[in-house]
């Protein structure tokens, strides 16, 4: 199908009749479903993050650690939190261009620097749980395998990330390769 032809089809096509409530009630925040899903994994994460930060410090031997390894977990998690808000933003306020490819051509490389951010808001998320936890600890066999498990798990959860991202982002790219 050549572009003027999409033109016609697209001309041609009528949009089901809206009124300006009904309009208004899509553009409110709380309507959006990729921010209704952002700000519920904000909330969780804030959540738990918080939990774990107010009895991290008592109830998993916080204080017998030393400061450096204290605030790597924090700024781990402080990392994760501040990339989901980042996200939150992108969808938010979407960037605009001249053109709608243009616009997509700019969302699209935000895109790929959440994306790679993503996956090291997770790296330092993981590091910084595993060296808290780890820190101090004798290692026998036992607990080298059983590190070995827990690292192997982070490895498949950041493969799987990834497969996610690209399979995104290669979608993305293609919807703006089929509009050039």
């Not at 939990?51 to 650690?65: E, I, P, R, S």
């Not at 290692?139 to 490895?155: G, N």
Request: charged letters at 15%.
């Amino acid at each position: 199908m050549n572009s003027d032809e999409l033109k016609s089809t697209w001309k041609g096509i009528a949009p089901p009749a809206k009124t300006n409530e009904e309009i208004k009630l899509m553009l409110q925040e709380n309507r959006h479903p990729v921010l209704k899903g952002i700000r519920k994994q904000l909330t969780i994460e804030l959540l738990g993050g918080s939990a774990f930060l107010l009895c991290y410090y008592t109830m998993f031997d916080g204080a017998t650690k030393p400061l450096s390894v204290n605030a790597i977990l924090v700024i781990a998690l402080v990392i994760s939190i501040a990339h989901t808000l980042y996200g939150y933003a992108l969808v938010k306020y979407p960037t605009n261009g001249a053109a709608l490819t243009a616009s997509l051509e700019k969302h699209l490389s935000h895109i790929k620097l959440y994306a790679i951010g993503s996956l090291i808001s997770r790296i330092c998320y993981a590091a910084g749980l595993l060296l808290f936890f780890t820190y101090s600890l004798e290692f026998t066999t036992a607990k080298y395998y059983s590190l070995a498990a827990i690292i192997l798990v982070f490895f498949v959860q950041l493969a799987f990330l990834y497969r996610i991202w690209a399979k995104r982002l290669k979608s993305l790219s293609e919807t703006l390769a089929g509009l050039s």
